[in-house]
């Protein structure tokens, strides 16, 4: 009986830590498993190849009619625009069709159109809980290694809004300072014809004075894109296929779109060095050209990254694009200067290497003469290790500098 009254109280004072160890393993547990199952649903839902589409064979030309109607849009932006504020941290790899309005109450709403045949594979609403509005993203394919995605629209026709009667999965992310809750549908193929309608877009209803639609495309029959770490790129599969979209259109449809190439905020800017389509993918391995990450970080958090590229209409302009959440010394945004050739200032990023040297930057506005009130240094440590450091002080005079202790490192 003594024996028996010892095992009941080490149970009753043990019991407790080792329910609370359970339940923590089974949060654990769980977690980590829905964490696996929404990458893998993620995953099918960004691309999705029903085996009932047709073989894409080499057919290059998909699309003869444009997404919104002559004269109503300003220009289009080319791939690789940088927008750490908004999340685009990476070079974005989809284009825009710009409004014409200086300001919201001049917008108005465009119709969108299918540019050819295709299945609407994917449908998802995006409720932006920051801005307190709701809009559309449309996944859609001519054929099995082909994807056309059409993002924020603010209406979709019937036929396509009914597909979110019910929802295959909601989830809710933070991108630069916005917080979203999207929920998506896979259709498995509704069809539209080249011309059909697809919905509206209104960027004032976006409380916005830009972007009447971002329209971007993959295909899978390409070669990936040379990424230096490919295995940081997870969760979005068709970022290693991202194309054009343009080069698939008719002739003389491709061609009077890449004549309207031009700036963001300006339009009188215009993107006249090859490709006119813009590059989504910089990296140069071995340099400290291309996207970044924090020690461990993935794609999946592109806050926290940074880029070194090229400007995507002035390309001879070096940029600098430093997420929200990626070091304390810069603020988030995008940096541009003038590449030098030779040198430790402002030297192109393509001709850094981990030659143990430390290299200086001006930041200037992109036009204009105005230069930032801080400069950046970085040294490349290896062939995929950086470290990186704003410092507030006007311009690098001529050197050495100095790391201080806000020094971030980040790596391929």
């Given at each position: 009986m003594p024996n028996l009254k010892r095992f009941i109280s080490w149970k009753l004072i043990f019991a407790p830590f080792?329910?609370?160890?359970?339940?923590?393993?089974?949060?654990?547990?769980?977690?980590?498993?829905d964490r696996f199952l929404w990458s893998r649903e993620l995953?099918?839902?960004?691309?999705?190849?029903?085996?009932?589409?047709?073989?894409?064979?080499d057919k290059k030309v998909f699309f003869t009619t444009s997404p919104i109607k002559d004269g109503l849009y300003r220009n289009i932006v080319p791939l690789g625009k940088f927008g750490p504020e908004s999340g685009h941290v990476f070079p974005t790899k989809h284009t825009y069709f710009m409004a014409p309005a200086k300001n919201i109450e001049e917008q108005y709403d465009v119709d969108i159109f299918a540019p050819g045949d295709l299945f609407i594979t994917t449908v998802q609403r995006w409720?932006?809980?920051?801005?307190?509005?709701?809009?559309?993203?449309?996944?859609?394919?001519?054929?099995?290694?082909?994807?056309?995605?059409?993002?924020?629209?603010?209406?979709?026709?019937?036929?396509?809004?009914?597909?979110?009667?019910?929802?295959?999965?909601?989830?809710?992310?933070?991108?630069?300072?916005?917080?979203?809750?999207?929920?998506?549908?896979?259709?498995?193929?509704?069809?539209?014809?080249?011309?059909?309608?697809?919905?509206?877009?209104n960027p004032a209803k976006k409380k916005s004075i830009k972007q009447f639609l971002d329209f971007g495309?993959?295909?899978?029959?390409?070669?990936?894109?040379?990424?230096?770490?490919?295995?940081?790129?997870?969760?979005?599969?068709?970022?290693?296929?991202?194309?054009?979209?343009?080069?698939?259109?008719?002739?003389?449809?491709?061609?009077?779109f890449l004549s309207q190439m031009a700036d963001y905020d300006d339009p009188s800017i215009k993107r006249t060095i090859e490709p006119l389509c813009g590059e989504?993918?910089?990296?140069?391995?071995?340099?400290?050209?291309?996207?970044?990450?924090?020690?461990?970080?993935?794609?999946?958090?592109?806050?926290?990254?940074?880029?070194?590229?090229?400007?995507?209409?002035?390309?001879?302009?070096?940029?600098?694009?430093?997420?929200?959440?990626?070091?304390?010394?810069i603020e988030a945004g995008t940096y541009p200067f003038d590449p030098k050739p030779q040198g430790l200032t402002n030297r192109d990023f393509k001709d850094i290497t981990a030659d143990g040297k430390t290299y200086c930057f001006e930041p200037s506005a992109l036009t204009g003469t105005y230069k930032y009130p801080f400069r950046v240094i970085l040294q490349m440590t290896s062939s995929t290790k950086l470290k990186i450091e704003g410092q507030k002080t006007e311009g690098c005079g001529s050197g050495p500098w100095q790391f201080d202790s806000d020094v971030v490192e980040f790596e391929r």
């Open positions: 080792i329910i609370f160890a359970l339940l923590v393993l089974s949060r654990i547990i769980f977690h980590t498993v995953d099918n839902s960004l691309i999705f190849h029903p085996e009932q589409l047709p073989e894409c064979e409720n932006n809980k920051t801005l307190g509005l709701t809009e559309y993203f449309l996944y859609a394919s001519p054929c099995k290694d082909v994807e056309v995605t059409f993002y924020h629209l603010n209406e979709l026709t019937p036929k396509l809004l009914s597909a979110l009667d019910k929802t295959d999965y909601c989830k809710e992310e933070q991108t630069g300072n916005t917080k979203y809750e999207f929920c998506g549908r896979n259709t498995k193929g509704i069809t539209v014809k080249a011309g059909e309608l697809l919905g509206k877009a495309m993959s295909d899978h029959r390409t070669s990936e894109l040379k990424f230096t770490n490919p295995s940081r790129w997870v969760g979005d599969f068709d970022k290693k296929h991202m194309v054009c979209p343009y080069d698939y259109f008719t002739p003389e449809l491709r061609q009077k989504y993918m910089q990296d140069v391995s071995g340099t400290a050209q291309g996207v970044w990450f924090r020690v461990g970080a993935d794609s999946r958090e592109e806050d926290a990254q940074i880029t070194l590229a090229h400007h995507n209409v002035l390309a001879q302009k070096g940029i600098f694009s430093i997420g929200t959440m990626a070091t304390q010394t």
